[in-house]
Nanobody, 120 residues
Framework: VQLQASGGGWVQPGGSLRLSCAAS????????MGWYRQAPGKQRELVAV???????NYAESVKGRFTISSDNAKNTVYLQMNSLKPEDTAVYYC???????????????WGKGTLVTVSS
């Protein structure tokens, strides 16, 4: 399973960005897809995740500002980020818990990160 993320960049405080992440390759089923981020000198943390059943979960720091959504037909997850703050600056990683085949168990797959910079 390969994850390709896009949509990072630079934005001023208060601005918006939309990240996308598409899963491809041998995919039997996807349990969840989500976004994590890692700021310089900090540990990687959960930003938002959505499950195949439609459940979503957000970090407290982004609730009300970020929205995660998915297109199951395209195996793609989106992260709409509004009211961005300098503290949102980080490398954002896409992650999916998925099965490659009927015979394989679920595993976590990670995409390469995309940098989001929020500054004036």
């Amino acid at each position: 399973v390969q994850l390709q993320a896009s949509g990072g960049g630079w934005v001023q405080p208060g601005g918006s960005l939309r990240l996308s992440c598409a899963a491809s390759g041998s995919i039997f089923g996807i349990n969840d897809m989500g976004w994590y981020r890692q700021a310089p000198g900090k540990q990687r943390e959960l930003v938002a995740v959505t499950t195949s059943g439609g459940t979503t979960n957000y970090a407290e720091s982004v609730k009300g500002r970020f929205t995660i959504s998915s297109d199951n037909a395209k195996n793609t997850v989106y992260l709409q980020m509004n009211s961005l703050k300098p503290e949102d600056t980080a490398v954002y990683y896409c992650k999916s818990n998925a099965r490659r085949s009927y015979y394989s168990g679920p595993m976590d797959y990670w995409g390469k990160g995309t940098l989001v910079t929020v500054s004036s």
